[in-house]
Structures are given as C-alpha cells and as structure tokens.
C-alpha cells in the first residue's frame, strides 16, 4: 500500500487537498489593522486608542438609547447618560477581550459598533426592571385561554390547560416552576430573570429544557398531543 510521503496533503475522496484551496480569512483594510494593532499592543498608542474607541462606543449607546427611548417612559433625567455610559463601559470591556476574535468580515469600527448597541438594549431592558418586584407566580393562568373557539375547542382546551397546569405544579422542582412561570407566563426577559436570582442565562436554558421535557412526559402519559401543549405552554 502506498503511504503519503511526510509532509504531504491529506486526501478526501482520492482528491488531494491543496492548502491554498482553503478560504482565507479577509484581509483587514488599513484602518482596522490600526485599530487592532493599536488596542492589542501597550504605550501611548493603545491609551490613545482605547479613548477613542470609548468615545465611539459611548456616541452609538446615546444614538441607540434615543431611538428607543419613547418605547420605555420611565426613564428620567440623567437615566440616558448613565445607561449609555454603563453600555459604553460594558462594550469596551467585552472588545478588548474578544479582540482576538476579529477576522475582517466587516470594518473594525462597524463590529465594534454592534457592542454597543447590543449593552444599551440590555442596560435598557434591565433598567425597566430595576425597582419592579419580579412578578414570579402564575398571574396569567386566567387570562391564558385562546378567543374565538368553537364550544367543542373550548372544552378541549380548558381540559389541556388544566392537565399543564397540574403538571406545573406536581411534576416541576420549585425552580424549574418558577423559571418557567417567569419567562413563558410572566414573559420576564432572561437577562433580567438570571441577574434577579443571581444565575446565568445558560443555566436558566437549561432549566427550561429540563422543565419542558418533564412536562412533555407528564401530558403525553394522559394522551395528551404534546405538540398541542408545547405550542400552549410557549404562548
């Protein structure tokens, strides 16, 4: 049997493969080379560099705060400069660390554009939490039946919100129910759920999961279309 001389190219389907087959990552234009140079390296380059990225991060968090301002009335004065701060502050930090993460596709400025947008929706959401107590019992339950049914769908309905119901409050942990009474029934934004009880998003997805999977047994053994349920219970 003939073996690959050392050094050579793998073969995939009795075709070798050429390394200058493989895409290569964008080169970076002028202007985001200077940037990453700039902040990855030290002195008073990287000092001057840092200034001026805050001041854009800082320009993009008040331009996205003032587009959605009119959708949240609670804030007041000095809110708007102190969430675009918080954001701006936020955003340098999270660049800085996934600098290494940059490859080109688009402009240096304009992928650091979207951390700041991304920390001012956050800061935004959360601020509208902030002095609410979250509202983690099962509130909407009354007001969970759909409109317009027939007399027939009604009754099938009420009968599949009952058996979830039930499952909930039998076949949940404390903590699967309450997680799952929060963001599917009381629709509290999963960034603002996992600060509230001082978790991380990706645990509460798992919770979820968890949750969901435990509720999908429990209907399914009462004959139940799960697929009916699940769409209900997500609603």
């Keep these: 049997m003939l073996k690959p001389a050392a050094g050579s190219v793998p073969?995939?389907?009795?075709?070798?493969?050429?390394?200058?087959?493989?895409?290569?990552a964008p080169a970076?234009?002028?202007?985001?080379?200077?940037?990453?140079d700039d902040l990855a390296g030290s002195g008073p380059a990287h000092e001057d560099a840092v200034l001026r990225l805050h001041a854009m991060l800082l320009r993009a968090a008040r331009y996205e705060l003032?587009?959605?301002?009119?959708?949240?009335?609670?804030?007041?004065?000095?809110?708007?400069?102190?969430?675009a701060q918080q954001a701006a502050d936020d955003a340098l930090v999270a660049i800085l660390r996934k600098l290494g993460d940059f490859r080109g596709d688009s402009r240096f400025t304009t992928w650091a554009y979207k951390f700041a947008l991304y920390e001012a929706a956050v800061k935004l959401r959360r601020r509208g939490w902030q002095e609410r107590e979250l509202p983690l019992e099962p509130d909407a339950w009354p007001g969970f039946r759909s409109r317009g049914l027939s007399p027939h769908e009604e009754v099938a309905e009420g009968e599949l919100l009952d058996a979830l119901r039930t499952a909930v409050a039998e076949r949940l942990s404390a903590h699967q129910r309450e997680v799952l009474v929060a963001v599917t029934l009381n629709e509290i934004p999963i960034d603002v759920l996992a600060e509230g009880l001082n978790t991380t998003r990706g645990a509460l997805y798992k919770t979820l999961h968890d949750a969901r999977r435990k509720l999908r047994a429990a209907l399914a053994e009462q004959g139940f279309d799960v697929a009916d349920a699940e769409r209900e219970a997500a609603r």
């Design 66 to 83: 003032s587009r959605r301002r009119h959708a949240h009335p609670f804030l007041r004065g000095g809110d708007h400069d102190d969430l």
């Design 11 to 24: 073969c995939v389907a009795g075709a070798a493969i050429d390394p200058g087959d493989a895409p290569a």
């Design 28 to 36: 970076l234009d002028p202007e985001s080379r200077r940037w990453v």
